[in-house]
């Protein structure tokens, strides 16, 4: 029985009691700290109730995910005996069937990395699916990926089991109780706000599942997600079925498929999904049901009965049609909201909850206690979402596309279709006219790659290979290599810091030293207090009270809340001058060339070296002009006021027939910046990399006056010595495979690591990653050269070469010319 008496303080406040919020509550108060979880009904009647229950580790190439389906299946099957409720997890095993090649290709590169993550994944012919499943149709099943270990579990026992283990741990979970607002003094959380009184609280943390948007909007924290339709059908009892039988999963089908009452329970994830409430989700909507959408929903039940016959032939228990919350891009939204401090959010699980839960409980509560996180949290993070993703237009229109991804093979080089032109450049127009391939970056409309001037650009079909436009790729990779290419970049975060102390402020934010003479850049991490990474960017000193730093589109508001967080008493302002600044970047051999003959300055080497950062003449417009590269060649970064852009491109343009100029997208430049190991924070880097393993420790300044946040930490890991744990580059040897992302790295057979972000190497003959790996002793070089290595792209091996020095120019010959 729930403890009905309302405190008046807590130290943290969880809202909403389903699975996630019953999670953060158990791992918060074995933690030992004083908790207080308030459901505004019962447990489990928003979304939880009516889960599935899958329990599935199989499915993910991220290994934060994968890690917490692994912890989370822990936890269930150890919950009984620490708190006497069943979970419900039964380990009957997870098949996922491929129907057609590409799927093939797609689920044996999950199984070659999620063996490494140490899921025991065995690739089964169609005979042992149908031996293990036998009422489902196989003769079309090219393969199927068993893990025996998976299964299902029952939400509801779930929910109760987290909640009975916080009740003796200490935590009070009253129900009855809805929070009406989340109480904010000065920019942080100071409690909440019930019909039965208030309660202070140093935290707050919103699991309010479907409502979380909705709640934090009443004080300005920004949630984008919204529910959608989502549907099950259960048949009358099937002869035969057995409730041993494993989960089988077939997205070809739009359909999972598992025993449930002796009959059979077949789930959908269909191809177009349907929004519910944009408006708003009812406060009073508990233990709900919708009614199921028969004509739009036949098509997809008719294909996914045809995986198993027989369910079309019994009769139907029922067809449930309930609401469940899905994101922009399908990752979870959690952590700290920018706009207020203190106040934490776990939500948007993409009916993932279940079997993520624990993993997710874990996560937030360790960060609120320890003050930052211990997992990889890039790709969730509320900070990487924006203000206009959670309009009602943005969220009707991506919600359609986002849940019909879920069952979609995940082809690498897929963008977003829907909720497109959201932001365009200033150049858009130019760029369209020169064949442009659009995709969407954090929102922008950003060019891939270029069909040619006058030319419909046409993608072809997606593939795990070379696609249609692989040509047009290489030849803007050459073009950088050998001539001169013009990139817009204006999607990339341009924040002005100003005042007197502005260059104190980011010296002490900022690994290397910044706040040296005007007229120069300095590339930078910014640390924890831990030595981890938080960002990677650029700072460019234009005065001595004003300073220039650009992010990656990803890290915007990361950058933006870290600056605003840690200003204290500084007399400095920040703000955001993306919108205000196109950013045009011309690189290769001959950009020099070309620039001089656009403007008056002095752009000789000796006159304007490398990191320098100056105002230019172009035309009518004035220019900071920055003589840097992401892509390793010599070259420039153009910040244009927006009303000139178009203007400094057309003159660009013009003069570069003279160079060969090509215009060049991002498809050259992450091969590029692949070929040069440059890196990439949220992709190749994150928040759990110290400085040291990145391979970043030329750009720490450890003697710098002052210190700098980290610094501690980062001299205590050198004082170690060498490290165990680096980041490498790692080159195919065979042309012909391409590296993506999870492509496990071998040495001497043994899996040492995998590839976090990968490319096509134009310029060194083939596919071209960086991976972390972890050699359990000293990493150095004769550690690379004692070793034999391999990359496995979908369960072949290929001969690398691996490397902690970059493969492409390692003197920067080329970038200092």
């Not at 009740?167 to 929070?179: C, M, N, P, T």
């Not at 977003?416 to 365009?424: D, H, I, Q, V």
């Amino acid at each position: 029985m729930a403890n009905t008496e309302l405190p008046t303080r807590a130290r943290v406040v969880v809202i909403g009691g389903g699975v996630i919020g019953t999670s953060v509550t158990y791992h918060l108060a074995h933690l030992g700290w004083d908790v207080v979880l308030l459901e505004r009904d019962r447990l489990t009647s928003g979304t939880t109730w009516h889960a599935a229950g899958l329990m599935v580790t199989f499915g993910s190439t991220s290994q934060t995910s994968t890690e917490m389906r692994k912890y989370t299946a822990d936890l269930y099957a150890r919950l009984e005996a620490e708190t006497g409720q069943s979970t419900g997890f039964r380990p009957v095993g997870f098949i996922e069937v491929a129907t057609e090649p590409d799927r093939l290709e797609e689920y044996r590169r999950v199984s070659a990395f999620n063996r490494m993550c140490g899921v025991d994944v065995q690739e089964i012919s169609p005979n042992e699916v149908e031996t293990l499943f036998p009422i489902a149709r196989t003769d079309d099943i090219l393969a199927g990926f068993y893990v025996a270990a998976d299964g299902r579990a029952n939400p509801v026992d779930v929910t109760m089991a987290l909640a009975k283990g916080a009740r003796q741990a200490g935590a009070q979970i009253i129900e009855s109780v809805a929070v009406q607002e989340v109480l904010t003094h000065d920019g942080a959380v100071t409690g909440v706000r019930t019909a039965r009184g208030d309660i202070e609280a140093e935290y707050v943390v919103n699991c309010a599942g479907m409502w979380a948007r909705q709640l934090g909007e009443r004080c300005g924290v920004t949630i984008p997600l919204q529910a959608a339709e989502h549907y099950y059908l259960i048949t009358e009892p099937i002869a035969g079925v057995d409730p041993q039988w494993p989960v089988l999963e077939d997205p070809a089908s739009y359909g999972y498929y598992r025993e449930e009452g002796g009959g059979l329970m077949l789930g959908l994830f269909e191809g177009a999904a349907a929004p519910w409430h944009v408006d708003a989700i009812p406060e009073t909507f508990s233990f709900g049901e919708l009614p199921p959408d028969w004509d739009r929903m036949g098509p997809y039940l008719e294909q996914a009965m045809a995986r198993v016959p027989v369910s079309a032939e019994v009769g139907v228990r029922k067809f449930f049609c309930g609401p469940e919350s899905f994101t922009p891009d399908m990752a979870p939204i959690v952590g700290e909201a920018p706009e207020v401090r203190n106040y934490f959010v776990a939500a948007g699980l993409n009916s993932v909850g279940i079997l993520t839960g624990g993993g997710i409980g874990r996560a937030v509560a360790q960060w609120i206690v320890d003050g930052r996180p211990d997992i990889d949290v890039t790709g969730m993070n509320i900070d990487r979402l924006h203000r206009y993703q959670a309009n009602p237009e943005y969220r009707r229109a991506r919600t359609v596309e986002a849940l019909g991804n879920v069952y979609k093979c995940h082809y690498p080089t897929k963008s977003m279709l829907t909720a497109r032109g959201a932001k365009t450049s200033a150049l858009h127009d130019r760029l369209a006219a020169q064949g442009a391939y659009f995709r969407d970056v954090s929102g922008w409309e950003s060019p891939d790659w270029y069909a040619g001037p006058g030319t419909q650009p046409d993608p072809g079909p997606l593939s795990w290979g070379r696609q249609a436009w692989f040509d047009h790729w290489a030849a803007e990779h050459r073009a950088a290599r050998e001539g001169v290419i013009v990139m817009d970049m204006s999607f990339m975060s341009k924040f002005l810091v100003q005042g007197k102390d502005s260059g104190a402020f980011l010296d002490r934010l900022s690994a290397n030293r910044v706040d040296q003479e005007p007229g120069v850049i300095t590339y930078t991490q910014w640390l924890n207090e831990g030595g981890t990474l938080e960002a990677d960017l650029t700072v460019t000193k234009l005065a001595d009270d004003r300073f220039w730093v650009v992010a990656s589109d990803t890290a915007h508001r990361h950058v933006q809340t870290w600056m605003q967080r840690h200003l204290g008493d500084a007399r400095a302002g920040v703000t955001d001058v993306t919108s205000g600044h196109a950013q045009i970047n011309v690189q290769g051999p001959r950009s020099r060339e070309l620039l001089a003959s656009l403007t008056s300055a002095d752009l000789s080497d000796a006159a304007f070296p490398f990191r320098t950062a100056r105002e230019i003449d172009l035309g009518y417009a004035r220019a900071l002009c920055v003589r840097i590269t992401y892509v390793g060649e010599l070259g420039y970064e153009l910040y244009v006021p927006t009303e000139h852009a178009t203007a400094v491109y057309d003159q660009l343009m013009a003069a570069g027939t003279t160079y060969g100029l090509r215009p060049a997208g991002l498809k050259a430049l992450a091969s590029l910046r692949m070929e040069k190991g440059y890196r990439d924070y949220g992709h190749d880097i994150d928040n759990t990399d110290s400085v040291l393993e990145a391979g970043l420790g030329f750009a720490v300044a450890l003697d710098k006056p002052g210190g700098f946040l980290g610094r501690d930490a980062v001299a205590a890991e050198k004082a170690k010595g060498p490290l165990p744990r680096r980041l490498l580059q790692v080159l195919v040897r065979d042309p012909e495979p391409m590296l993506f992302h999870a492509e496990p790295v071998l040495r001497d057979g043994v899996a040492v690591g995998y590839v976090r972000a990968g490319s096509y190497g134009h310029t060194l003959g083939g596919a071209v990653g960086l991976a972390m790996v972890d050699a359990g002793g000293p990493l150095d070089q004769a550690y690379l050269d004692g070793g034999d290595w391999q990359v496995d792209i979908a369960g072949t091996r290929y001969p690398a070469t691996a490397s902690l020095r970059p493969l492409y120019d390692p003197t920067m010959a080329r970038i200092k010319a």
